[in-house]
């Protein structure tokens, strides 16, 4: 069975840093790319990031590129988002995600969800 | 930047059919794929390329394309299914993914 646990969420001041994680188990972690999508309070779904199995390649949204930054450690079979300069905007729940592919790009789609992490930037 | 667009609102009553659609400029390249979401949970995956349907999902639950639109369709809604809907693909590069707006499913 898929597991995907993040952690790391909090309160953090405007201009801070926080890293999040997500633990992951019940597939070969190395074998999918991962990303993580985010829900601000009452909104939709928005993408944030996505790595490749090998982690040699990194994708991000217009929206977080240059203060985010997407990596795992296949050993620990763990993902990570760094987030920095954190922004009023960027409060949100926090989902990592499973991704699988059907065709030539690294990532499709997302089949498998953790249960989220709640990130709040305020003063 | 790429988006989707959907509807911000469907409303139908039990045992009719609901359908949502999806508009974006690189779906005829992309194959689309849709969630349902429930208040405070982590979203569903409910048909992935563009029509095919994931174990455990209702047969009820159906997609179709047809160039840049691609369509939800639930025949025979049931109450439980009431909830958020989020389309989802990639941009022509396939390097960037996006969700539609989402559209909030209401049963009567």
């Known amino acids: 069975e898929v597991q995907l646990l993040e952690s790391g969420g909090g309160l953090v001041q405007p201009g801070g840093s926080l890293r999040l994680s997500c633990a992951a188990s019940?597939?070969?972690?190395?074998?999918?790319?991962m990303s993580w999508v985010r829900q601000a309070p009452g909104k939709g779904l928005e993408w944030v990031s996505a790595?490749?199995?090998?982690?040699?390649?990194?994708y991000y949204a217009d929206s977080v590129k240059g203060r985010f930054t997407i990596s795992r450690d296949n050993s620990k079979n763990t993902l990570y988002l760094q987030m920095n300069s954190l922004r009023a905007e960027d409060t949100a729940v926090y989902y990592c995600?499973?991704?699988?592919?059907?065709?030539?790009?690294?990532?499709?789609?997302?089949?498998?969800w953790g249960q989220g992490t709640l990130v709040t930037v305020s003063s | 930047s790429y988006e989707l667009t959907q509807p911000p609102s469907v409303s139908v009553s039990p045992g009719q059919t609901a359908r949502i659609t999806c508009s974006g400029d690189?779906?005829?390249?992309?194959?689309a794929y849709w969630y349902q979401q429930k208040p405070g949970q982590a979203p569903v995956l409910v048909i992935y390329?563009?029509?095919e349907r994931p174990s455990g999902i209702p047969e009820r639950f159906s997609g179709s394309s047809s160039g840049t639109t691609v369509t939800l369709t639930i025949s025979g809604v049931q109450a439980e299914d009431e909830a958020d809907y989020y389309c989802?693909?990639?941009?022509?590069?396939?390097?960037?993914?996006?969700f539609g707006g989402g559209t909030k499913l209401t049963v009567l």
């Open positions: 690189a779906l005829p390249k992309q194959y």
């Open positions: 790595i490749s199995g090998s982690g040699g390649s990194t």
């Open positions: 019940g597939f070969t972690f190395t074998g999918y790319a």
């Open positions: 995600a499973h991704a699988t592919t059907v065709t030539t790009n690294v990532l499709d789609y997302f089949d498998y």
């Open positions: 989802q693909s990639a941009d022509s590069s396939g390097t960037f993914w996006v």
């Open positions: 390329k563009d029509s």
